[in-house]
């Protein structure tokens, strides 16, 4: 078993981001800029915009954090969004995901202007990267893919089967496992919680994507033997024992599944940081199209 390392593979991915900042700056030009706009007080929301900052500010970039209460209305987060498409320093922003209740989270999704939507998620770049075009893949696939890239691990002509359809994680990393690339090229099944049979389709899979948020969901019985497996869930569930007074847990029984494995990530140091390390890719994408 070789264990997926998404925190060396992100480093190195940030370090190649760092070099093409300094050349930039260099040239006497200005840096990559990205918004991150945080509504509400979630702990978990707080942390991941906070680390998105702080990326930034490790390869370089320029970086704002925009930070609106509770109970801001949709009509106030369009007007802010609206501001941030017409900020010529901007060149890409998010707005982190969940949002209190009182606003769509579509009607947001729809005002972002497709060229900042580092995000990946607006109908445009989702439409593009559906057929093929130049486009921003959502920062979780895309970090996917790039782990599969970079430890070149063969997925043409295998079996994928992705649990979970979400349009963030599941459903895109079905399209780009699919595509006629490398890595790609794969027979993907994607399954959910309608999906029957559900072990016997995983103990077939020679690729393994699992995105549900169920800790622990899959055992080994559920794993052929020299299966890819990637855990992509994160679920916070207490514990005394850390400081925080939490630990996060994956979709994946590690401790059972690993030894079944060719490769497998485990829930820290494997897609998370991924994730992390797209976001930045996609934000330089975003400053070098303008
Ligand atoms: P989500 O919106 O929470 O949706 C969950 C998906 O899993 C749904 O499609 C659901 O099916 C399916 N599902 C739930 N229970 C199932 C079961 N027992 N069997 C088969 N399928 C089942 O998904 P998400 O936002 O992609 O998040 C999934 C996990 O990934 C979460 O733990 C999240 O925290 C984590 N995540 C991690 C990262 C990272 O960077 N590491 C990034 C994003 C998400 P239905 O559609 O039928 O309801």
């Not at 140091?269 to 975003?286: D, E, F, I, Y």
């Amino acid at each position: 078993m070789q264990l997926l390392n998404g925190t060396a593979c992100s480093q190195k991915i940030r370090q190649e981001i760092a070099l093409e900042v300094e050349a930039i700056v260099a040239a006497g030009k200005r840096p990559p800029h990205l918004a991150a706009v945080l509504v509400g007080d979630d702990g978990a929301s707080q942390n991941y915009v906070g680390m998105k900052v702080r990326d930034c500010e490790e390869v370089g970039f320029g970086s704002t954090m925009v930070r609106m209460k509770a109970s801001t209305t949709e009509a106030e987060l369009l007007a802010k969004i609206d501001e941030l498409n017409s900020n010529d320093a901007i060149d890409g922003f998010i707005v982190q995901l969940p949002l209190p209740s009182q606003i769509n989270e579509n009607n947001v999704i729809l005002a972002i202007d497709p060229k900042k939507d580092v995000d990946g998620f607006c109908p445009e770049n989702v439409g593009n990267l559906s057929l093929g075009l130049p486009t921003f893949v959502p920062a979780t696939p895309n970090g996917i893919m790039e782990l599969l890239r970079r430890y070149e691990i063969e997925t043409e002509g295998k079996h994928c089967v992705v649990l979970g359809r979400s349009n963030i994680v599941g459903t895109p990393i079905a399209v780009l496992m699919s595509r006629n690339t490398n890595p790609g090229n794969a027979t993907v099944t994607l399954a959910h919680s309608r999906t029957k049979n559900l072990k016997a389709l995983c103990a077939s899979a020679d690729i393994l994507i699992v995105a549900i948020g169920r800790t622990e969901f899959l055992t080994a019985d559920m794993v052929k033997d020299g299966a890819v497996v990637i855990d992509v869930g994160q679920t916070r569930v207490p514990d005394n024992t850390r400081k925080s007074g939490f630990r996060n847990v994956g979709d994946v029984d590690f401790e059972q599944v690993k030894d079944k494995c060719s490769y497998i990530t485990f829930v820290t140091g494997g897609v998370g940081p991924m994730t992390r390390a797209s976001l930045l890719q996609n934000t330089l994408k975003a400053y070098q199209r303008r």
